[in-house]
């Protein structure tokens, strides 16, 4: 399951992702991932359970390298069920004809940093543009969204998080992941307090919130 408030949703994973974030948990879908089973096949399965759904987070790796995603939106659309994006907004091109032809009810957007640590993650020169274009065609969609970071130490710097949030002004929702260790990596996570106050300079810009703090969300 993945979170998404409001929902009782389930995820589904697509393999491919060149970006090559340090703390990614699923490294291992970065490359082709072997199956016999296809998106018919997970599709007749969510036919079987629709009654318990009523939403879907498509998520990865990241979904838009996959060119089946049109296609699998379009037939968890024919379900009837609320249909949400995960992206880290690599594929303005992409991320523009899924909402041109509404194949999603919303998206939640990473903001890995400020434009000039986007070199940590991706070799793209002209990678932190292509996700300000994604951030500005949600904002200016009626689409429901939320863009997050994950505030992970040598990463992200609490004190640029509201350079990011103005970056921001005019979207629904901004949430600071709380950072949760991975296997062999041995980061200690910032205190929640950081991010709680954190939250509130960025509240300045947009509606901002932690989540996954270790005692509970504000
Ligand atoms: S964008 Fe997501 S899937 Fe890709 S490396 Fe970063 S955390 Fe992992």
């Given at each position: 399951m993945r979170e998404w408030p409001g929902h009782v949703a389930t995820s589904l994973r697509l393999w491919g992702c060149t970006f090559r974030c340090p703390y990614c948990s699923t490294a291992d879908l970065r490359t082709p991932v072997e199956t016999d089973v296809s998106w018919d096949d997970v599709v007749a399965h969510l036919v079987v359970h629709r009654d318990m759904l009523d939403g879907v987070v498509v998520t990865g790796g990241e979904p838009t390298e996959d060119p089946d995603l049109p296609s699998l939106l379009a037939?968890?659309?024919d379900l009837d069920v609320d249909v949400r994006l995960d992206t880290n907004g690599s594929r303005p091109d992409v991320l523009s004809y899924l909402l041109a032809e509404g194949l999603c009810d919303s998206v939640a957007l990473d903001v890995k940093a400020v434009p000039a640590r986007y070199r940590q993650f991706s070799d793209e020169r002209d990678m932190a543009a292509r996700v300000a274009e994604c951030v500005d065609m949600l904002i200016e969609s009626d689409l429901e969204h939320e863009f997050r970071t994950t505030v992970v130490p040598?990463?992200?710097?609490?004190?640029?998080?509201?350079?990011?949030?103005?970056?921001?002004?005019?979207?629904?929702?901004y949430v600071l992941q709380q950072y949760r260790p991975v296997a062999g990596r041995a980061?200690?996570?910032?205190?929640?307090?950081?991010?709680?106050?954190?939250?509130?300079?960025c509240n300045r810009f947009l509606p901002t919130s932690p989540r996954g703090l270790t005692i509970g969300d504000d």
């Open positions: 037939a968890l659309k040598g990463v992200v710097d609490p004190e640029e998080l509201p350079r990011i949030a103005r970056a921001l002004r005019g979207g629904r929702l980061l200690t996570p910032y205190d929640d307090d950081v991010l709680r106050r954190a939250a509130r300079e």
